[in-house]
């Protein structure tokens, strides 16, 4: 790296801290390749898969039109695996807008997404259910029609299975309503029933889950700003308590939406901020981003007020073995050179075949990659499939930042297309224990140098792939 470059780039980062913007080593928000709203965890085989709401970059109001799903097993690396669902899952949906926050649930090795979205007449408000047999989609429309018809308000559904094996879906702005699901998940019985016992301050965003015999219920609290409030129960109907807020409203998110776990024995809050919108402009656009928070429970069952989404995000669970195929889109951070954020940073692009892969790679940008474990002097080699259409360049390998030690350079050239894919292997030295992993591309062209698909680490004596 270039003197010049190290003083830029050391020079928009503390300029971007300043202006409490993204910083250079911010894990916060956890997903920097689109912009992703209304989080909706579920914790499913050791695995957190993450379905998010997306937010179009041309985006002025909500422009939406997808979901997408992104996993993770150290919370702090997030693989993408693209859209899972769209507006075109269900045909009799409206098609331009209106793809608003999901939740999934896996049922007896079968996966559920509730949607809210629109149809052509009004009231337009309704919610549908997309089914699969994996949690990676693609979820199908097996209705053909909603769930729950019509309403003013029919948004934000949540939903849980309780320990009897009865389904609850609450949903609702600006008031809060449950149905009973049958055990096929796509029907209910009995009426709809409006909550009298609606919480304080309850806005929308409902987050419903039960934790040691107590239900809880989450929701974007105050309008506007909105932060996060709860409820609790004794049952799964109510009536809800009123028990405070998980997170005050904040003059730098106008909304909220929480999403709530608990994962290899810490508990996770999940919302959202602007915090990369107001990385490109001034102006307040309806483009969000995820973020995440570790809390914990006092002993009663009630939640301490977290502070703000901080920057730092939260500490990596165990460490990410590259010794097995990674997936390129699997990152804890991307960044682009002119800034130091995410403005001019790679994309994720998803194709039939290869599916989810890297793309708009350009001199300067780089992906880091948290906690990798390279064991005790074992590494010998790196492989990578790219594909390049351009003169290609170069992806360099640097120990925990952008300008530290380099282990290794891969050279790129052209491939004969954006798609036509080749795996290319250089040696690497040098690496031991964890550490964080950045890939720093390079090359002398102007705009994209290649596209990249995954990688792996290799040790000695390992067979070498063609």
């Known amino acids: 790296m270039t003197r010049l470059y190290k003083l830029r780039t050391l020079a928009l980062c503390v300029a971007v801290a300043l202006s409490e913007s993204v910083s250079c080593g911010a894990q916060n928000p956890i997903i920097q390749t689109n912009f992703t709203a209304d989080p909706a965890p579920l914790v499913y085989n050791g695995t957190v898969y993450l379905y998010t709401s997306h937010d179009e970059e041309d985006a002025t109001g909500f422009h939406m039109l997808n979901w997408k799903l992104y996993t993770s097993t150290d919370m702090v690396n997030w693989t993408d695996h693209g859209t899972v669902a769209s507006l075109k899952t269900f045909p009799w949906a409206v098609q331009s807008n209106d793809a608003w926050a999901p939740q999934a649930i896996e049922r007896n090795g079968k996966f559920y997404l509730y949607v809210p979205i629109s149809v052509p007449e009004r009231p337009k408000n309704v919610i549908a259910v997309g089914v699969s047999d994996s949690p990676f989609g693609p979820f199908k429309d097996v209705l053909g029609h909603p769930l729950i018809d019509k309403a003013i308000g029919n948004i934000d559904p949540t939903v849980f299975v309780d320990d009897d094996g009865q389904a609850y879906l609450y949903w609702g702005n600006p008031n809060l309503w449950y149905v009973k699901l049958n055990r096929d998940m796509i029907s209910y019985s009995g009426d709809i029933v409006k909550v009298d016992s609606k919480p304080k301050n309850y806005q929308e965003g409902p987050w419903f889950y039960k934790r040691n015999s107590r239900y809880y219920m989450a929701y974007a609290s105050h309008c506007c700003p909105e932060g996060i409030g709860y409820a609790m129960s004794s049952n799964p109907t109510g009536p809800w308590e009123y028990k405070g807020m998980i997170m005050d409203p904040d003059s730098r998110s106008s909304g909220n939406h929480p999403g709530i776990i608990d994962y290899k024995g810490s508990s996770y809050a999940f919302g959202f901020n602007y915090t990369l919108n107001f990385a490109l402009t001034d102006v307040h656009r309806e483009r969000r981003s995820i973020t995440l928070a570790k809390f914990s429970y006092n002993s009663d069952g009630t939640i301490s007020t977290l502070p703000w989404w901080s920057k730092e995000g939260v500490p990596q669970v165990g460490t990410l073995n590259p010794f097995v195929r990674v997936e390129a889109e699997t990152m804890a951070w991307e960044s682009g050179p002119t800034t130091g954020v995410w ?32 064991g005790a002097n074992q590494v010998s080699s790196f492989t990578a499939s790219v594909a390049s259409a351009s003169n290609g360049g170069s992806i360099e ?7 530290g030690p380099k282990i290794g350079s891969l050279p790129v050239s052209s491939t004969g297309g954006w798609n036509k894919w080749k795996t290319k292997t250089t040696t690497v030295s040098g690496a031991t224990g964890a550490h964080d992993l950045y890939f720093l591309f390079r090359g002398d062209v102007t705009g994209q140098l290649f596209n990249f698909d995954y990688w792996k680490l290799s040790k000695k004596g390992a067979k070498q792939p063609k």
Not at 349 to 373: C, E, H, L, M, S
Not at 397 to 403: A, C, G, I, K, T
């Open 343 to 374: 403005t001019t940073g790679v994309r994720t692009a998803q194709d039939d075949k290869i599916g989810v892969y890297v793309t708009n790679i350009t001199n300067g940008d780089f992906i880091k990659v948290r906690g990798v474990d390279f």
């Open 397 to 403: 390998l640097h120990l925990d930042s952008v300008d």
